[in-house]
Every structure is written in C-alpha cells, then in structure tokens.
C-alpha cells in the first residue's frame, strides 16, 4: 500500500500533465482558505490546461470559511457542502 503522506502531489501532476508551462505565482483569491487548498490552487495557476477532468473546483471567491470549514456553493442555503482541510506535506 502507498503512503499517501509519501507523494509529492506537483511531482505527480507535473508526471501526469508535463511540467508547468506558466510563472510560479500565487493564485488570486484565496485569502482565507486553509493551507493545503490555497496550495493546491497556486499548484493549479503554473498550469496553463485546467488540472480538472469530470470533477471541477470552485473558484477561490466562491468559497467561504465557517467555523474552521470550507463552504462551497450556496452557504446561505441548505445546499451547501463543507469540508474540513488538514494540512498537506508536499
């Protein structure tokens, strides 16, 4: 079995999709997201090709913060979905 704590997630993107083809910055919007998925989107923003198939992520300003949680969708109604992030080693 694989320990997941083991995997450089941008080796395996840059593995999958080919090395970044854009300048390392940090992705617009994410000011108040937790650490892991901040990273993910910085990861995402060197990226030229959306790193998304069938799933696709919300964009950083949809996304709210409550009690600790990432709000997805539409937080001000039930159909909302959250998720607690737990830091990520890379």
């Known amino acids: 079995m694989i320990d ?4 450089s997630l941008p080796r395996f993107i840059a593995d999958w999709y080919g090395q970044p083809d854009l300048p390392a910055e940090e992705a617009a919007g994410c000011t108040g997201l937790p ?5 993910w989107y910085d990861l995402a923003a060197q990226y030229s090709t959306p790193l998304l198939g069938v799933k696709r992520f919300a964009l950083p300003g949809n996304i709210g913060m409550r009690n600790g ?3 997805f969708g539409h937080a001000l109604t039930s159909h909302h979905m ?3 992030f737990r830091t990520v080693i890379y």
């Open 4 to 7: 997941l704590a083991s995997i």
């Open 35 to 39: 650490e892991s998925l901040h990273a």
């Open 69 to 71: 949680e990432a709000v």
């Open 82 to 84: 959250t998720i607690t």
